[in-house]
């Protein structure tokens, strides 16, 4: 329940800044565009699952956002029961692994923690109103690991080994960080047989099978590169994050990053403007495809960078923590069931025995850390690395150990809950009240804003120049636009601080664009607006163009 009011109370919203490339990628897979549906920066999963929506339900545009907001209620479902076969398995290891003297979390207490985490990391880390494949790659995380702790018990068992190429290789298709997490996976069913020798043939069968699902993709991408890559999300964010180099509008300035074959074109000066109305489809071209944009750029290892970013990585865990203090309890609830086990070296052989969860939790945190550190990217990897830690937890089998793991339990699992349930008020509310009162048309500003430059004369199919934050601009979108030139956000305040004879000059430089109209968002107050016009009772305005 609380994951559909996350999912339904903010469908009108500003989306994530990736929903707009997915949604064009739907579309284009829709009319059989296939040039410009393989994209070798986005992965096709998730937009597969938007079309195939779209095709069912066929919204106009005034729903189109609620479309994808139940598909992404859909994919919250589809992580949750990962999740319970994850539980499962899990329960069922601890079972299997209770000695008479010990006891340990398992029947309702691992599950009532563990469904806690996941109801927290899934609505406050990954968010389900999030309009991104992240809450796919969870799913497909817990699938795989619960496969590994099957493998475990069943070691005869090929199917497994079968169904885990099958899960991997639809994870890469919906994220290209499941291709290096798949070799985690991999490796480590190499070790859940018993005997190398009797695991070989059957790791081999997982990878022939991951091949198989994910093949043609890297194939079609590749062959659209001209070179073989399986993705380029990877070289680009690396490029972003630890070579500095700029976005959205790289024009070659940093030494050793290479030089850009077709940068987007400054058509503007002070303050800077640019267009980049071909080849490249899409509403935003920039974003529909910026391994196209960036063609030419050389990433290179940058030791004191990359030593930035993993501290500044530290950080953002350390935040993700501290912004949600039930993790601190959590953390001392471990060390107080620890100490009172008293296993002292003996803990260490039951934390490697929960390797199989351990190690995608690890590899996973690490592979982020890297790079860039998001609660959506890391969410799962959280709540298997504490699976793995309470799992571990040993006590002697004492009516004292008994009554203080399940008061300990209770605590936590109230907790989690409560603080879930509490910071869900508001979606809760809003939710509720959109159920019980109806539509209120006025709450969709962005269908507001395409309507309004309809009642103006622009019209489906039409290029329009913007200043304001492209990424965002889903009224583009819903109208059936193309954003072909702009003012880059960051550079919006500058544009309207220039004196009349300046922006009169930059209209005039994006009108040669083909543009035909500009629209500004957010526009300060005291500017200079004549010519524009406010659309509608938003706080968008436009500038027609002859």
């Not at 209120?440 to 039409?462: N, T």
């Amino acid at each position: 329940m609380l994951g559909f009011f996350h999912a339904w109370a903010d469908r009108h919203s500003l989306m994530n800044a990736d929903a707009m490339s997915y949604l064009d990628i739907a579309e284009a897979y829709l009319r059989r565009d296939w040039q410009s549906a393989i994209n070798s920066y986005w992965n096709p999963l998730y937009s597969w699952l938007l079309a195939f929506a779209l095709s069912i339900i066929k919204p106009s545009p005034y729903w189109k956002f609620t479309v994808v907001h139940l598909v992404n209620f859909a994919n919250y479902l589809f992580a949750l029961g990962c999740f319970c076969f994850l539980m499962r398995e899990l329960v069922h290891r601890q079972q299997q692994h209770d000695a008479e003297n010990l006891i340990t979390l398992r029947d309702w207490a691992l599950p009532a923690l563990g469904y806690s985490l996941f109801i927290w990391s899934s609505l406050f880390l990954v968010k389900v109103q999030l309009e991104s494949p992240d809450m796919l790659v969870a799913g497909f995380v817990y699938l795989a690991t619960a496969i590994l702790l099957r493998l475990r018990r069943q070691r005869s068992n090929w199917i497994w080994f079968v169904v885990l190429g099958i899960v991997l290789g639809a994870g890469y298709l919906a994220k290209s960080v499941m291709l290096p997490m798949a070799l985690v996976f991999i490796g480590a069913s190499l070790f859940s047989v018993g005997s190398l020798r009797r695991a070989v043939p059957r790791v081999a069968l997982t990878v022939a099978l991951f091949l198989l699902v994910g093949g043609p993709f890297i194939f079609a991408i590749s062959r659209a590169k001209g070179r073989l890559t399986a993705s380029e999300s990877g070289k680009l964010n690396y490029l972003w994050s630890i070579n500095q180099v700029i976005y959205p509008h790289w024009q070659g300035e940093e030494p050793g990053s290479g030089q850009p074959r077709h940068p987007t074109r400054k058509i503007f000066d002070d303050p800077p403007a640019f267009e980049f109305s071909q080849p490249i489809g899409g509403t935003y071209p920039v974003w529909y495809d910026p391994t196209y944009w960036y063609e030419g750029s050389v990433s290179h290892f940058d030791a004191r960078q990359q030593l930035r970013v993993i501290v500044g990585g530290f950080k953002s865990f350390y935040e993700l923590f501290h912004s949600w203090g039930l993790q601190y309890g959590l953390f001392v609830a471990l060390v107080v069931l620890y100490l009172m086990g008293g296993r002292r070296r003996l803990l260490v052989r039951d934390l490697i025995e929960q390797w199989p969860l351990l190690l995608p939790a690890l590899a996973g945190m690490g592979l982020y850390l890297l790079v860039n550190v998001q609660g959506r990217y890391v969410a799962s990897f959280i709540v298997l690395l504490w699976l793995a830690l309470f799992s571990a937890v040993r006590l002697n089998n004492t009516p004292e150990s008994q009554r203080l793991l399940k008061s300990i339990t209770v605590v936590l699992v109230v907790s989690i809950v409560f603080t879930a349930v509490a910071s869900s008020s508001r979606e809760v509310g809003r939710g509720v009240g959109q159920l019980v009162a109806g539509e209120d048309p006025s709450a969709h500003e962005q269908w507001q804003v395409a309507e309004g430059l309809r009642e103006k004369g622009v019209a489906p199919g039409h290029q329009v120049a913007f200043i304001g934050n492209s990424n965002r601009a889903f009224w583009a979108h819903l109208l059936g636009l193309r954003i072909v030139s702009e003012v880059p956000k960051d550079k919006v305040p500058k544009f309207w601080e220039s004196d009349p004879a300046v922006q009169s000059s930059v209209i005039d430089a994006f009108a040669r664009t083909g543009a035909k109209a500009v629209v500004a968002e957010n526009v300060p107050s005291g500017s200079d607006l004549d010519g524009w016009q406010r659309i509608r009772d938003t706080h968008y305005y436009v500038y027609i163009l002859n």
